[in-house]
């Protein structure tokens, strides 16, 4: 049996084995080429020389790697415990993405361990991610990607972002006295704690004449100077 292949729909042929046992099966180990115009043929040897061929169907050989880019969350974001987060990517492949072909992880050790989110996951895009509730500021999501014919690629986070759980907290330290006389000025001052930082210019100050029903704004946007 001599056994041939062909990438252009047989204009040419290409010898895989010649004159191999017929034992009705053969290892073909696939060149490193991508093709939608491939076909296989049998060449049977009679015992007075000639050769009869038979020729497969046209198939698919792929070699190429698909490709896929994490969108967000891609680096730098605070993101809150507890909440639904959009993961999003772009993927693309030169004969398709399989159907359920995208894995989904993430790692809050930057990248030394990986939890899996979901696996085959279709390629639309978008996975609306349940955060849990941790605290970390080396958090990375990884994207696994295969195609059709079973290559695969991945993508990373460019940079580490913060996956934060815990509130921060704020305690108004001055005496506030029982009394305010109108027009005159009084010094408030506060202490906040966060385990990660606070925003730039993150404290806002209201007063309340109704035990609390309604706040009525003092200051926003202030400095956290105490």
């Known amino acids: 049996i001599n056994i041939y292949y062909s990438i252009d729909d047989g204009n040419a042929w290409t010898l895989i084995a010649y004159r191999t046992t017929n034992d009705g099966s053969f290892g ?12 296989v043929r049998m060449g049977a040897i009679g015992q007075d020389g000639n050769e009869i061929f038979d020729a497969s169907n046209a198939f698919v050989i792929d070699s190429t790697i698909p490709s896929i880019e994490v969108e967000s969350p891609d680096g730098g974001e605070t993101i809150m415990g507890n909440t639904l987060k959009f993961i ?15 894995d989904i992880y993430y790692s809050m050790n930057g990248g030394l361990d990986w939890i899996l989110i979901s696996e085959n996951e279709p390629d639309d895009g978008s996975y609306t991610w349940f955060v849990p509730k941790v605290e970390s500021e080396t958090c990375s999501i990884k994207l ?4 059709d014919a079973g290559n695969s690629h991945y993508d990373m986070s460019d940079d580490f972002f913060t996956i934060e759980s815990i509130s921060p907290t704020v305690t108004i330290t001055s005496q506030m006295p029982e009394q305010f006389k109108v027009g005159s000025l009084y010094e408030i001052r506060w202490a906040t704690y966060d385990n990660f930082g606070l925003e730039k210019n993150p404290v806002s100050i209201f007063y309340s004449l109704d035990g609390g029903m309604n706040w009525t704004v003092i200051a926003e946007k202030e400095d956290n100077d105490g």
Do not use: Q
């Open 88 to 102: 999003n990517w772009t993927a693309s492949d030169n004969t398709g993405i399989s159907i359920y072909g995208i």
């Open 28 to 39: 073909w180990k696939l060149p490193y080429i991508s093709s939608d115009e491939c076909l």
């Open 144 to 147: 696994d990607v295969m195609d």
